[in-house]
């Protein structure tokens, strides 16, 4: 299986304004299967490719890492590196790291079906 995710979901540094189609978003574990249910279907591995950042999306990351914990073995690879893939050995997220995060998420509204995006409303 793949996940696709867009790389600015968060939209950092992107202002909001009215009129707009707000389309920021966070993944969370429920977005996902979980790590017994990958293991049933035979997957050990876990190749996380990305255009930027050393480090996995402050969303993103909590996720991987319990995957990880879980026995699956993950991998990064750079969309524009040349090579094999790399291992990819996480730590558990900083408390500093999740309370960031917990900000971010606080600031997103999710619609009633669960989802998010919506039009910003114009005044007047």
């Excluded at 696709?4 to 992107?14: E, I, S």
Aim: hydrophobic residues 45%; glycine residues 10%.
């Amino acid at each position: 299986p793949a996940f696709l995710l867009d790389a600015d979901r968060m939209g950092q540094g992107r202002a909001v304004q009215a009129g707009d189609f707000d389309n920021r978003s966070v993944c969370t574990a429920a977005d996902f299967p979980s790590a017994a249910l990958l293991g049933t279907a035979g997957i050990r591995r876990v190749v996380l490719i990305q255009a930027r950042y050393a480090r996995p999306a402050v969303d993103l990351e909590p996720i991987l890492f319990a995957w990880q914990q879980q026995g699956l073995h993950l991998f990064l690879k750079g969309v524009d590196e040349v090579g094999e893939v790399r291992p990819l050995v996480l730590t558990r997220p900083s408390l500093l790291r999740r309370g960031v995060h917990a900000v971010q998420r606080a600031f997103f509204k999710r619609r009633a079906d669960g989802g998010f995006g919506e039009l910003i409303p114009t005044q007047g």
